[in-house]
């Protein structure tokens, strides 16, 4: 009997070989200064604040940081187990059965999946072509009678795109004329060279989802959350299911990072903005690929394979087995053209730039070739 190898669990794999991955799958942050938040969480433990419960309704220090680093003094402040637990939170808190909220192709693909399992429905508009993003007609245009609640992710996992200013004033304008509402998840807001907040448009309507996973590199600690008018927050949080708080190490590491972060994070977005630019530059002679959206306002962007005719799954592993890089395959996030691309994040040291540059051409020749019986074959003519 022929016994068949399960299918390989990529992240399983990368997780077992932690330290000899380049880790460009996630959009992780890797250059953010890890001395005061490991300084807090040593605090903490020696402290033995874990042995008691955190005060449930979060820190106030970490609430008021996270007002000050937004400017949304009129919100409250929900800090849960990371931005996409305040993300399910708020979609069973605001939508019911039958609404449809207007979304992307590409896209976050989990937050469509948390409005899916509130018994609503999302009208995925597709954005895989110039601007790459949502725009204020095309939003109007779609807008029905069953549409609930606009989602505006800027700036955009995975294409990296960033909205202008007058497009997120049109868009929150379109939510507040038809009284929908208005989710701005603004995970990579830093990374922008200018964001704007939809909230100062749409105070009433907007919820905003902050995290500290991506900006302050603790996506290991989970934990961020939302800002929203009290009204609203009021609806979202009787969805809380943390009633006795928030990992009280995760609030320390936030705090510290937070405080840490205005003199911090104009080095890691320099740092980051060369190693797209090293990506983009090298991509230039790589014949069949393409990068739709340059610069990215994110840490990450998309590298279009389509036209080399190789296929991002095979890609992904290529990569991360016989090169130790992590990247992620397009089919995460994009039902229509995930097989296109691959996205890349670049929040690291130039060394895993180093080996990502030297691994994905070696990568995109291997899996070029014909296999070795085709080649035989043609060999053999």
């Known amino acids: 009997m022929t016994t068949v190898a399960p299918p390989l669990d990529v992240f399983r794999y990368a997780h077992d070989h932690f330290h000899e991955i380049v880790w460009m799958s996630q959009n992780t942050n890797h250059l953010f200064p890890s001395g005061p938040v490991e300084e807090a969480i040593a605090k903490a433990v020696k402290e033995k604040r874990y042995q008691s419960y955190p005060y449930a309704p979060g820190d106030p220090t970490l609430k008021e940081l996270v007002r000050k680093d937004f400017g949304l003094t009129d919100c409250e402040v929900g800090i849960a187990s990371g931005g996409t637990e305040a993300l399910y939170m708020l979609t069973r808190g605001l939508l019911s059965a039958q609404d449809e909220v207007i979304a992307s192709d590409p896209s976050y693909l989990i937050i469509h999946k948390f409005i899916e399992l509130s018994g609503a429905r999302t009208v995925n508009l597709p954005i895989y072509a110039p601007p790459y993003r949502l725009t204020p007609d095309r939003v109007n245009e779609a807008v029905t009678p069953k549409t609930r609640m ?228 043609v060999a053999g003519r």
């Open 150 to 377: 606009i989602l505006l992710i800027d700036p955009l996992n995975p294409l990296g795109s960033g909205y202008p200013k007058e497009d997120v004033r049109a868009i929150a304008e379109i939510a507040k004329d038809h009284k929908l509402l208005l989710l701005n998840d603004t995970t990579y807001r830093d990374f922008a060279d200018a964001h704007t907040l939809a909230h100062p448009f749409y105070p009433e309507g907007t919820v905003t989802v902050w995290s500290v996973s991506k900006n302050c590199g603790l996506a290991g600690v989970r934990l961020g959350g939302l800002l929203a008018r009290k009204e609203l927050y009021d609806r979202i949080w009787k969805y809380n299911t943390n009633d006795l708080g928030v990992n009280v190490l995760s609030q320390a590491a936030a705090v510290a990072a937070l405080q840490a972060k205005p003199k911090a994070f104009p080095a890691v977005a320099r740092q980051t903005r060369e190693n797209q630019k090293r990506i983009h530059d090298a991509a230039k002679g790589w014949k069949g690929v393409s990068l739709p959206v340059y610069p990215s306002q994110g840490n990450m962007f998309v590298l279009d394979v389509a036209e080399r005719g190789v296929d991002p799954e095979a890609l992904q592993r290529e990569l991360l087995l016989n090169h130790g890089v992590f990247l992620r395959a397009g089919n995460y996030l994009s039902p229509t053209s995930g097989k296109r691309f691959i996205r890349a994040s670049f929040s690291n040291v130039p060394a895993d730039i180093d080996r990502f540059l030297k691994a994905f051409p070696l990568a995109l020749e291997t899996l070029s070739r014909p296999p070795p019986k085709v080649a035989a074959a």
